[in-house]
């Protein structure tokens, strides 16, 4: 089983519509989650962090189930602007932390 | 004014050849860290290094090396690339101060191996 997994999409929604992506992981000792979006050709940059009473941005809300062990991302009335790659973050317990990356969902929303 | 970049940003070289990729930071931060990103297989950790004199392996360390000349600089080398070596790479920092976890990305490099 992979360390973190995602569902490669594509998903692709209406403007104006709510999608939500989740991210499998592994290990229960992990400590921090992170949600990343990364646009075509680009470098990955940090959306939002994951806490367990989880988190909410704007049309962007994220939720951690430790019990399942998956974290969420839920994006509200999708823009086109929205279309890009998620990618989730976990880092793992110990001293180094290691983070690891899930291969990203590609979200395009469409007019 | 990016607070972390890469030098160069596209490179076609061939099999054998000696490839030095430069990652440069203004963030202060202490830590810094090489991946590369292929389609599918997500960004993996090549090698890290948490302050000048901690160079450690990452998940695919083999075929590259890597220095850190100072804080602010970390290379990474490719001594006799082979075409499999041929992904985006992206170099990343995090500050031990605010917990280490969120990396932050520099543009990337583009590297082709023919």
């Known amino acids: 089983r992979k360390e973190v997994e995602q569902d490669p999409g594509p998903f692709n929604v209406p403007e104006g519509a709510t999608v939500a992506f989740n991210c499998t992981y592994s290990n229960s000792a992990s400590q921090s989650f992170f949600w990343y979006r990364q646009d075509c050709r680009k470098e990955p940059k940090l959306l939002m962090s994951?806490?367990?009473s989880g988190n909410e941005d704007g049309r962007f809300t994220a939720q951690l189930n430790r019990a399942s062990q998956y974290i969420s991302l839920l994006i509200r009335d999708s823009k086109l602007s929205d279309s890009a790659t998620y990618l989730c973050?976990?880092?793992?317990?110990?001293?180094?932390?290691?983070?690891?990356f899930g291969t990203g969902t590609k979200l395009q929303v469409i007019p | 004014d990016a607070d972390v970049t890469q030098t160069p940003r596209n490179r076609i070289t061939k099999t054998g050849k000696r490839i030095m990729l430069e990652c440069s930071q203004t963030k202060g931060h202490d830590r810094m860290y090489w991946y590369r990103q292929d389609p599918g297989l997500g960004l993996r950790l090549i090698y890290y290094s948490f302050d000048v004199k901690d160079i450690n392996k990452g998940e695919i360390s083999d075929g590259y090396s890597v220095s850190r000349q100072a804080q602010a600089k970390f290379s990474l080398s490719l001594e006799s690339a082979i075409p499999n070596q041929t992904a985006l790479y992206f170099c990343a920092t995090s500050d031990r101060l605010a917990g280490g976890r969120e990396q932050f990305f520099g543009p990337g490099t583009r590297l082709t191996v023919l």
């Open positions: 973050a976990v880092n793992g317990a110990g001293g180094y932390q290691k983070v690891t």
């Open positions: 994951v806490y367990s």
